[in-house]
């Protein structure tokens, strides 16, 4: 994993990585990711909940980067979260897709979220960090929802949880869309 982070991290800022748009549901996309994430959240005795409103339909977007998004989310929340909540929650109105991610683990203060998306940046810092990972996860998010055509944004409370908003269009501006 930390390896697939760090090519898609060099992808990224050499202006390489490739996204491919195809026609597709996006209900399936939800139903796997919380069927990968689901012994996760076991393993930190967590309740999942995915919720996809009425009218998703289909969108012409990429099913790769999309799934990667909401796997590198919603894997974070269940990570920082312990014996809680974590909430995926997908609606659509118009072209635009809404997906929220709502936890009930540890929390950030400002500082912190100031940080979040930065390159190797994560929340417990300590020489004792509980939390494994390389710190690449959102930075590749937030890399990936703008090459959809999105956006993220997250608010946060320490000892609360975290929520984090994605925003995408339903279908991949033209210029995002690059050949191999």
């Given at each position: 994993?930390?390896?697939?982070?760090?090519?898609d991290?060099?992808?990224?800022?050499a202006?390489?990585?490739?996204?491919?748009?195809t026609t597709f549901?996006?209900e399936?996309v939800l139903?796997?990711?919380?069927?990968?994430?689901?012994p996760?959240a076991?393993?930190?005795k967590?309740t999942l909940?995915?919720?996809?409103?009425?009218?998703l339909?289909?969108i012409?977007?990429?099913?790769?980067?999309?799934?990667?998004?909401l796997?590198n989310?919603?894997g974070?929340?269940?990570?920082?979260?312990?014996?809680g909540l974590?909430?995926?929650?997908?609606?659509?109105e118009?072209?635009v897709?809404?997906?929220?991610?709502?936890?009930?683990?540890?929390?950030?203060?400002?500082?912190?979220?100031?940080?979040?998306f930065?390159a190797?940046?994560?929340?417990d810092?300590?020489?004792?960090r509980?939390?494994?990972?390389?710190?690449?996860?959102?930075?590749?998010?937030?890399?990936?929802?703008?090459?959809?055509?999105?956006?993220i944004?997250?608010?946060?409370e320490?000892?609360?949880?975290?929520?984090?908003?994605?925003?995408?269009?339903?279908?991949?501006?033209?210029?995002q869309?690059?050949?191999?």
């Open positions: 994993e930390i390896i697939s982070s760090i090519l991290i060099s992808k990224i800022e202006d390489r990585l490739v996204v491919r748009a549901a996006v399936p139903d796997e990711v919380r069927d990968t994430l689901t996760l076991a393993r930190q967590n909940l995915v919720h996809a409103a009425a009218g339909g289909e012409a977007s990429d099913p790769t980067r999309l799934r990667q998004i796997l989310v919603v974070n929340a269940l990570k920082f979260t312990h014996a974590v909430e995926l929650l997908a609606a659509r118009g072209d897709l809404t997906f929220v991610v709502r936890d009930t683990g540890i929390g950030m203060d400002a500082a912190e979220l100031e940080l979040i930065e190797f940046h994560q929340a810092l300590s020489s004792t509980s939390y494994e990972g390389s710190g690449l996860g959102l930075t590749i998010t937030r890399h990936l929802c703008r090459l959809l055509g999105g956006t944004g997250v608010t946060s320490r000892g609360v949880g975290t929520t984090f908003t994605i925003t995408l269009p339903a279908t991949l501006p033209p210029a869309e690059r050949p191999d």
